[in-house]
C-alpha cells in the first residue's frame, strides 16, 4: 500500500532487497535482476511474528546492506515485540 524504501543490491546473487516499512506490517521483497524472473517479486518476508519469516518490527525497518565478505544482506529491525517508541530490543536478522 506505501511506498518502498530503503533497498540493497546483492551483485553476487543478482537481488536486490527493498523494505516497505510504512506498510502494516512492515515487510521486505526481494527481487533479482537476472534470469526468468527478473525485476519480479519472487518472495516477500512481512515482519509480523507469525508464520515464521520475521520479527514483530513494532517500529518499521531500517536499511539494509550487502556484506560482500560473507556474501550476506543485513536488514535492521530497531525495535521487536515493543510499543512502537523504540523501548524494545533491537535485533538484526
Known amino acids: 500500500m506505501n511506498r518502498a524504501d530503503e ?5 553476487a546473487e543478482h537481488l536486490i532487497t527493498i523494505a516497505n516499512d510504512a506498510d502494516s ?20 518476508i512481512k515482519f509480523d511474528g507469525l508464520a515464521g519469516d520475521g520479527p514483530n518490527a513494532t517500529n518499521g525497518i531500517e536499511q539494509c546492506q550487502w556484506n560482500p565478505r560473507e556474501g550476506r544482506i543485513y536488514l535492521n529491525v530497531p525495535e521487536v515485540n515493543g510499543s512502537g517508541g523504540d523501548t524494545a530490543d533491537v535485533m538484526s536478522l
Open 7 to 11: 533497498l540493497c543490491y546483492d551483485p
Open 25 to 44: 506490517p512492515p515487510f521486505i521483497s526481494f527481487i533479482p535482476t537476472e534470469g526468468p524472473n527478473a525485476y519480479t517479486v519472487v518472495k516477500q
